[in-house]
């Protein structure tokens, strides 16, 4: 870094508010220049521009660092000269950055004196370039306190930023903060603008020194008055191109002055009709340029890490929503072949149009309902190895082909509830033809039950109207069980107690945990008898309720407590709500007192 403690930037000029002595140097101490506040105004044209690279030009050639933020791209000429890093958004600049390269910019400018054009220019997206700075801005602030390095932002077209009116961003709060702050930590700041009319008062007020180019619209006139004086209102005026008022708290009074021309390329210069020649610009060090390469490419990572599991996202959430659909279509098909089943049940009854309601109930009973206790090959019917491990054989095979059918059917359903959860659920049950068989929630298991289902359904209407010739054995074997009972309540009350002391205890405490908890799944419910929460004796045990008619399915795999409906059912005679609650309520007290 230079040992100089002044720079010289222009020669004093005669005329209006000029000197009496033209000609003579004009210094500005490097120490108020880096540290202090700056501003430097006049229109297009006026030569501000050209005095901020001349104060920029001086403080490079004696190793002083700074930071320009060029708005408009017209600094980059400084490269003809100068080894200055050139940072941006377009391929014209060393390098590419967004506000994750902050940090590193400031460290460059701070740390290691690398003198830096941060152009703003190139960003299609006004957002990206203010985030940009900001970042820069508050990056340079929090380094200044610990380096305690003198050092200078040059900002162009400050007006855009630090408006006089309107709402500020945060780049402005920023800016405002350095130039109240920034001097104690030797961070100065120099506001461009050629609107100073524009500009935030509070700022220009506390500026150290102040450069007035040549203004000419009456507002930018009216703050000259205020300022300096009336004076020098009318006088700024009459400015020639290069030519200023400069006031500083270092001289005693204000000064007309000419500055300098800049020694590099004049990129901000109006094109004219001559052929454009860009000169050669000097390269920086590589090792600043890969430096924040690497920044470049991490970000650059990160974004296709980003991209890479958005799409997985996209992938799983789509697929969820498929499998949503599978599990509902599913849900429907096991509902339709319910009520498929239950069809066919009450067709099947009506070949034998002599029986009571009850008795149709009780032949459903026989012919689907099978008791769980059922061992196969001659295990004890209470084991729970003949329950909670396999189905009983007896739930499957009794009552011949409607039992198939209904089998298959139950199958399918349970298979593709069970699905839902993502597993799949294979039920061993008979074929269309009486035979063991299987039916699989994998693909076509459910299509594969309902043909089943159809098929034992010709079965059963073929067998019901051959064996079901002479009605009067069923008369018969209904009067002798309706002859037998001694006991003077009504018969739907028999009926459901009798089929429910068929039944095992686990059984009952399932039903149990309907009546107490409401709707529920099979495997809840099983958890809760004291089962071990096996999906196949769950459902298996569910099943013998369900056909019974004690409980009903409510959708999304749920079962609920139906035991007032099952009374009004079959009840031979019309109950009211209070007779309805009388027999419920003795079914409940013989049946759950016990458990």
């Not at 005669?14 to 004009?26: E, N």
């Not at 880096?34 to 521009?49: A, N």
């Not at 961070?187 to 102040?210: E, F, H, M, N």
């Not at 009506?350 to 196969?376: K, L, S």
Request: glycine share 10%.
């Amino acid at each position: 870094m230079g040992e100089t403690e002044t720079i010289t930037v222009a020669d004093t000029s005669a005329g209006p508010g000029g000197s009496d002595d033209p000609g003579q140097s004009v210094d500005i101490p490097v120490v108020e220049l880096l540290t202090g506040r700056g501003f430097i105004t006049g229109k297009s044209g006026s030569g501000k521009s050209n005095t901020a690279s001349v104060v920029a030009e001086k403080l490079l050639d004696n190793g002083f660092g700074l930071l320009v933020v060029d708005i408009d791209g017209e600094y980059y000429g400084l490269k003809e000269e100068y080894e200055i890093l050139h940072v941006g958004g377009d391929e014209e600049c060393d390098i590419q950055v967004t506000e994750e390269h902050a940090g590193k910019i400031a460290t460059l400018a701070l740390e290691q004196n690398v003198p830096i054009i941060l152009d703003v220019s190139s960003y299609l997206d006004e957002a990206e370039a203010e985030n940009l700075l900001t970042e820069v801005s508050k990056q340079l602030f929090a380094k200044a306190k610990k380096q305690k390095q003198p050092f200078l932002m040059l900002v162009e077209e400050c007006h855009e930023w630090i408006p006089e009116k309107g709402g500020m961003g945060e780049v402005g709060k920023m800016l405002i903060k350095i130039g109240k702050r920034g001097r104690k930590h030797g961070l100065g700041i120099v506001g461009i603008s050629q609107r100073p009319a524009d500009v935030k008062k509070d700022y220009i007020t506390q500026c150290d020194w102040l450069v007035w180019h040549r203004l000419t619209w009456n507002n930018d006139t009216k703050v000259v008055g205020r300022i300096l004086d009336s004076q020098y209102e009318n006088a700024v005026e009459d400015l020639n191109d290069g030519e200023a008022f400069m006031m500083s708290d270092w001289s005693e009074r204000v000064r007309r002055v000419q500055f300098h021309r800049k020694q590099t390329f004049d990129a901000g210069a109006t094109p004219g009709l001559d052929d454009f020649e860009r000169p050669e610009l000097k390269s920086v060090s590589e090792d600043l340029v890969s430096e924040l390469e690497t920044i470049s490419e991490e970000k650059q990572a990160t974004e296709s890490r980003i991209k890479e599991l958005r799409e997985e996202l996209d992938k799983k959430n789509s697929r969820i929503a498929e499998l949503e659909t599978e599990l509902q279509d599913a849900r429907d098909l096991s509902r339709m072949a319910e009520q498929f089943t239950s069809a066919l049940i009450d067709h099947v009854d009506d070949y034998n149009p002599g029986r009571t309601e009850q008795e149709r109930m009780r032949e459903r009973r026989g012919r689907f309902a099978a008791p769980e206790d059922a061992a196969p090959d001659g295990e004890d019917a209470g084991s729970e190895a003949a329950t909670d491990e396999d189905p009983p054989a007896a739930d499957r095979t009794s009552g011949g082909g409607f039992g198939d059918a209904f089998s298959a059917f139950e199958d399918a359903g349970t298979a593709m509830n069970g699905g839902a959860d993502g597993a799949s659920a294979n039920g061993s049950g008979p074929t269309a033809n009486g035979q063991d068989g299987g039916a699989t929630a994998e693909g076509g298991g459910a299509d594969a039950a309902f043909a089943a289902a159809m098929a034992n359904a010709a079965d059963v209407e073929a067998a019901s109207t051959n064996g079901h010739a002479d009605p009067s054995d069923d008369e018969a074997d209904a009067t002798g069980t309706d002859g037998e009972s001694a006991s003077d309540e009504p018969d739907v009350v028999g009926d459901i107690l009798a089929d429910v002391a068929e039944m095992e205890t686990k059984t009952r405490r399932m039903l149990s945990y309907y009546r107490e908890q409401g709707p529920g799944t099979p495997l809840n419910a099983h958890f809760s008898s004291g089962g071990s929460g096996d999906r196949t004796a769950a459902y298996a045990r569910n099943r013998t309720l369900r056909l019974r008619g004690l409980i009903e399915h409510v959708g999304r795999g749920a079962y609920d407590y139906r035991l007032r409906d099952l009374v009004a059912e079959e009840s031979e005679a019309d109950l009211d709500d209070m007779r309805i609650e009388e027999y419920a309520s003795r079914i409940e007290r013989e049946v759950f007192e016990d458990d």
